[in-house]
């Protein structure tokens, strides 16, 4: 048998050289990829549905044991958890130092997917307040690059995985190619309501914008009272506008539990006609 050859090998399977081998492998290249971590079985791994009486404990988790074997992955607390936590590394078989009074909390998964699979769907663009942040409070060094050079591809990216928001005219908090954002809660929009009929509060398009902002909208008989308030930028999970109108079933998810990282089954993909 011959031995393969490839035009291109990536080194981990995470959000980074899972994208690298799309590009890649679009523009015809073959192309090998080399993952250290396990492999994931959706029906043993994604258990984020199970419900909370069926976990040992009941979603609090072993705090003794998370604080004695990963107190650093521990950090990311909103998706390190009874349900997740075999996603992260333990820190204790993974120790590293830091300089003296500049921390740095590493965050690491080692599994197909890498922390693609714990990340938490929210998709915000950098401004040039972060690109600029470090220098200016003198850590490492300068970013070579500003939100100018990486806008186009932001736009980019989203135009293929489909992130819902709404434009909210904020210098901080760039606006991107959104896909119609998801509904307020009537507990949500309550609040909203209340922030633009404060005169000390000021949207970047005036009058006009608020005025917009304050829509009808239709109430809801039971809120959910753990939904994130605006701006909401989130992953619709790779349903793009051309997907409805050529019939194509996204496999996105939405549920109430929005810190919890969502999963399909790879047959829902397939049917997507993704591979």
């Known amino acids: 048998m011959p031995t393969p050859r490839y035009d291109a090998v990536i080194i981990g399977s995470g959000i980074t050289g899972g994208w690298a081998a799309k590009e890649l492998t679009e523009k015809g290249l073959n192309t090998l990829i080399l993952e250290a971590g396990r492999p994931i079985t959706p029906e043993k791994d994604y258990v984020e549905h199970v419900p909370v009486w069926e976990l040992r404990y009941r979603d609090w988790d072993d705090r003794k044991e998370r604080q004695a074997t990963q107190p650093i992955q521990r950090e990311c607390y909103y998706a390190c958890d009874e349900f997740s936590n075999k996603f992260f590394v ?49 850590i490492a060094i300068d970013w070579p690059i500003r939100y100018a ?4 591809w932001y736009d980019y990216v989203e135009e293929f995985a489909g992130i819902s928001g709404q434009a909210e005219g904020l210098p901080q908090l760039p606006d991107g ?7 307020m809660t009537c507990v949500e929009q309550d609040f ?32 959910d009272f753990r939904s994130v308030v605006a701006p909401r930028h989130r992953s619709a999970g790779n349903r793009r506008p051309d997907q409805k109108s ?5 496999p996105n998810r939405f549920c109430l539990r929005c810190d919890a990282r969502i999963h399909a089954h790879p047959a829902e993909f397939r049917d997507a006609g993704i591979s």
Request: with cysteine.
């Open 90 to 138: 333990k820190d204790s078989d993974n120790p590293y130092t830091s300089e003296p009074g500049k921390p740095f909390s590493w965050i690491k998964g080692r599994q197909v997917g890498g922390k693609s699979i714990t990340w938490g769907r929210q998709s915000y663009r950098w401004s040039d307040l972060d690109f600029e942040a470090n220098a200016k409070e003198g």
């Open 149 to 152: 050079d990486i806008a186009p």
């Open 177 to 183: 190619k959104f896909l119609p954002p998801m509904e």
């Open 192 to 223: 909203r309501d209340a922030l633009f009929q404060q005169p000390e509060f000021h949207t970047a398009g005036g009058d006009e914008d608020r005025q917009a902002h304050r829509a009808p909208v239709q109430r809801c008989a039971q809120p």
């Open 246 to 250: 050529l019939g194509i079933p996204g």
